[in-house]
């Protein structure tokens, strides 16, 4: 095998850091967008047409993007705020970009399955837009938000491994570096089997927490 163990947990480590750091932005980007993308909806709480149009057309540009080519395409964008383009720091801008507006839309769709009576029945009991929204439609449609965050997550995973292709880092370039440019099937299979056990891993517990959520 051409590298060590110590490589090998610090490309780990450089994933689940990439990871973890743009599941954060994207949910505070994501998170919003996907409320409002249910709020401004025709006959919703909040319904505005322009506002509804507007995100959808740039959520669907985004989502459109493959993510290889995204993380070319703003290399400048990434240079300007991280001050390189290569390296861990460099990817989680374009991670960011990627799975920002995926969560949007696996918001939207949890909130989306929270019955319509729940929401009448809180506007019968004089609840404001916000209230509604944080008291009533967030907290019924909490389990199968957890549920869409761990698809998020897992795509991040994925998504973190394809950044390897542009030097990245993370468990990716390792698997590219060495275990394809080297032919070193070792490697390549040690890091395949390693981002095996890390979806394994969030979606058995996302599953055990929504399972949770649900009895709560």
């Known amino acids: 095998m051409s590298v060590d163990y110590e490589q090998i947990l610090e490309a780990l480590w450089e994933t689940v850091y990439m990871t973890g750091v743009a599941f954060g932005f994207s949910l505070l980007i994501g998170f919003p967008l996907g409320i409002l993308l249910v709020v401004t909806r025709h006959g919703h709480l909040l319904e505005n047409e322009i506002v509804s149009k507007v995100l959808n057309v740039v959520i669907n540009i985004f989502r459109s993007i493959p993510f290889i080519i995204l993380m070319v395409a703003i290399i ?33 769709n949890s909130l989306l399955e929270v019955d319509k009576g729940v929401i009448e029945a809180a506007q019968a009991m004089g609840a404001s837009p916000l209230q509604i ?41 390792l698997a590219i570096t060495y275990g394809y440019q080297r032919f070193d099937t070792v490697v390549m299979f040690i890091t395949v089997a390693i981002l ?8 058995s517990f996302g599953n055990v927490l929504s399972r949770q959520v649900r009895r709560n």
């Open 196 to 203: 095996v056990i890390l979806v394994q891993g969030v979606q």
């Open 133 to 173: 929204i944080f008291r009533f439609l967030i907290p019924e449609a909490l389990s199968s938000l957890v549920l869409a965050l761990t698809i998020a997550v897992v795509g991040l995973i994925g998504a973190s491994a394809m950044a390897g292709a542009i030097g990245g880092g993370g468990l990716g370039d």
């Open 76 to 108: 400048p964008l990434t240079r300007l705020i991280v001050g390189t383009s290569i390296g861990t720091a460099a990817a989680i801008v374009p991670l960011v970009f990627y799975a920002g507006p995926y969560i949007a839309r696996l918001i939207e």
